[in-house]
């Protein structure tokens, strides 16, 4: 886990470093095409071992934790600071456990309830308050963050569901295939094979795009869905713990305005967590008491 949020949390800072000599479009596409790339090179005799059902989650997998969010990222950090798209990305642990709730039959504590309400009003916090000091940006891309964070949520109960015993590898590598042609096509239809002159911008953009897509999307997305298979989903995507502090301190060296509410506000989404996770070691507890 600590691993995970050191990869993680840097992967803000880079998706602003890469669009810099590049749109949203093309750093999304790119990401995906550069970890495709790298998970087939590395995990490719591992897909011969899924099955028709199994490719039918990973392809959903493959959407909703990796295609549409990494556009969703892309285009919020046109508009927002890394560290504060890194903060609301803090939200995903709240996010699995409503969708568990909903969707995939598990329980609802009273401390659950009051974990995700303090985490939404952090949420509302952060969103405002950024807005108020950063009267130049526009802070409805916030929602691309929270439309990224709510596909994080489904994937992680997804996995735990229904793919929690397939090759963590082949897992990886089948959910970036399926991703491939549709990535390839954005990519063409962004212009990014007409450009004729490569400035030293559009060079380092391209550099740091494929150390996100190789290191941060490749080889976190085997840790991550690893780390899946060996515990529960709201522990998992507890790694949103982490995240923010690698994030903001990337953020800071790079002269992003943080402001004191801004950081209430964190705190305020990060005690949400909290008690969401303390309720769900609770329950855990209780049961290996009983049993």
């Known amino acids: 886990m600590i691993t995970l949020s050191i990869i993680w949390g840097s992967s803000f ?7 810099v000599g590049l749109t949203p479009l093309q750093v999304g596409s790119l990401r995906i095409l550069f970890s495709a790339l790298f998970l087939m090179v590395v ?11 199994e490719w039918k989650w990973i392809t959903i997998s493959g959407l909703l934790g990796s295609f549409f969010p990494v556009y969703f990222f892309a285009f919020a950090e046109t508009e927002i600071d890394s560290a504060i798209a890194s903060i609301l990305n803090a939200t ?13 039959k598990a329980v609802l504590s009273r401390n659950k309830v009051i974990g995700v ?20 940006q526009n802070y409805w891309f916030s929602l691309l963050v929270i439309g990224a964070t709510i596909c994080y949520g489904f994937n992680v109960n997804i996995l735990k569901a229904h793919l929690n015993h397939v090759s963590a590898l082949g897992l990886t590598a089948g959910s970036f ?3 491939i042609i549709p990535a390839l096509i954005i990519l063409y239809s962004s212009g990014f094979f007409e450009v004729t002159a490569c400035s030293s911008e559009f060079k380092w953009s391209i550099f740091y795009v494929f150390i996100l897509g190789v290191i941060n999307t490749g080889v976190a997305k085997i840790i991550f869905n690893r780390l899946v298979q060996i515990s529960d989903p709201v522990f998992t995507s507890s790694v949103t713990y982490l995240i923010p502090i690698v994030a903001i301190g990337w953020g800071i060296l790079d002269d992003e305005i943080f402001s004191f509410w801004q950081l209430i506000s964190a705190f305020v989404i990060l005690v949400g967590v909290f008690i969401v996770n303390r309720s769900r070691n609770i329950s855990l507890g209780k049961k290996k008491i009983t049993t």
């Open 43 to 53: 995990g490719f005799n591992k897909l011969s071992a899924l099955n028709l059902k």
């Open 177 to 179: 295939l399926v991703l």
């Open 117 to 136: 309400f303090v985490g939404l009003l952090g949420t509302l916090g952060l969103i405002l308050s950024g807005a108020s000091i950063n009267p130049d």
């Open 13 to 19: 800072i880079l998706i602003k470093k890469g669009l």
């Open 92 to 104: 995903v642990p709240l996010l699995t456990m409503v969708f568990g709730f909903w969707f995939f």
